[in-house]
């Protein structure tokens, strides 16, 4: 079991990355609250993963704490929601948001989570209440656990940001239509890939 890395950021395209570690590039899914803290390229970073084998494919998740990623794995026991989902779910609302809609019982908000139903987001209420004041609690006050270069600077803006945040909306279960139209939305000169990718998803809820 692959629990951590630390290396280099080489590639960046939201939802996933590619992290070089000592010549060796590891690609990993990464849900958009840890996407938007990661340095920008050939910087370190150190993330923990979840490794998940299918008949089809072996793929890595990588998550800027410990609770990120057990809040994932809390969330793929849910029946109905598979490692894809549960990245969606993590990519749209930050742990404590996600925690206040269990607590609160907002079906409302969580069906508008690509790929979430109703019967899904009614699911996740009654089979994660109770699970997750820990892990809520445990996260409060911590620091974020990967490692940043001192000079550490936000990733210059790309011409090409529109683009990028409508192809990681779709890679994340959203309509492309829906994806388009939330980007443009939010879209104001400068805005870089990240903090667009931020506004639109926050738009959609």
Same mark, same amino acid.
């Given at each position: 079991?692959? !629990?951590?890395?630390?290396?280099?950021?080489?590639?960046?395209?939201?939802?996933?990355?590619?992290?070089?570690?000592?010549?060796?590039?590891?690609?990993?899914?990464?849900?958009? *609250?840890?996407?938007?803290?990661?340095?920008?390229?050939?910087?370190?970073?150190?993330?923990?993963?979840?490794?998940?084998?299918?008949?089809?494919?072996?793929?890595?998740?990588?998550?800027?704490?410990?609770?990120?990623?057990?809040?994932?794995?809390?969330?793929?026991?849910?029946?109905?929601?598979?490692?894809?989902?549960?990245?969606?779910?993590?990519? !749209?609302?930050?742990?404590?948001?996600?925690?206040?809609?269990?607590?609160?019982?907002?079906?409302?908000?969580?069906?508008?989570?690509?790929?979430?139903?109703?019967?899904?987001?009614?699911?996740?209420?009654?089979?994660?209440?109770?699970?997750?004041?820990?892990?809520?609690?445990?996260?409060? !006050?911590?620091?974020?656990?990967?490692?940043?270069?001192?000079?550490?600077?936000?990733?210059?803006?790309?011409?090409?940001?529109?683009?990028?945040?409508?192809?990681?909306?779709?890679?994340?279960?959203?309509?492309?239509?829906?994806?388009?139209?939330?980007?443009?939305?939010?879209? *104001?000169?400068?805005?870089?890939?990240?903090?667009?990718?931020?506004?639109?998803?926050?738009?959609?809820?």
């Amino acid at each position: 079991m692959i !629990g951590r890395l630390s290396g280099l950021v080489v590639e960046k395209q939201a939802p996933e990355i590619v992290l070089d570690v000592n010549g060796v590039g590891y690609e990993l899914q990464v849900p958009m *609250t840890s996407f938007y803290e990661l340095p920008e390229l050939n910087q370190q970073a150190m993330l923990f993963t979840h490794f998940v084998v299918r008949e089809d494919a072996q793929l890595l998740y990588g998550f800027i704490t410990k609770q990120e990623r057990a809040l994932f794995r809390l969330l793929i026991k849910t029946n109905g929601v598979g490692p894809k989902l549960a990245l969606t779910i993590l990519s !749209g609302m930050t742990a404590a948001e996600f925690v206040n809609c269990v607590e609160r019982d907002d079906i409302v908000t969580l069906v508008k989570l690509p790929g979430v139903g109703k019967k899904t987001a009614e699911r996740l209420v009654v089979e994660m209440r109770g699970k997750l004041k820990s892990l809520l609690e445990a996260s409060v !006050g911590s620091e974020r656990e990967f490692a940043l270069q001192s000079n550490y600077k936000p990733a210059a803006v790309e011409n090409n940001a529109e683009e990028d945040a409508i192809a990681a909306l779709v890679s994340l279960g959203y309509k492309p239509a829906q994806a388009s139209k939330a980007v443009l939305s939010a879209y *104001t000169d400068g805005m870089s890939s990240e903090v667009l990718i931020k506004a639109a998803l926050k738009s959609m809820l």
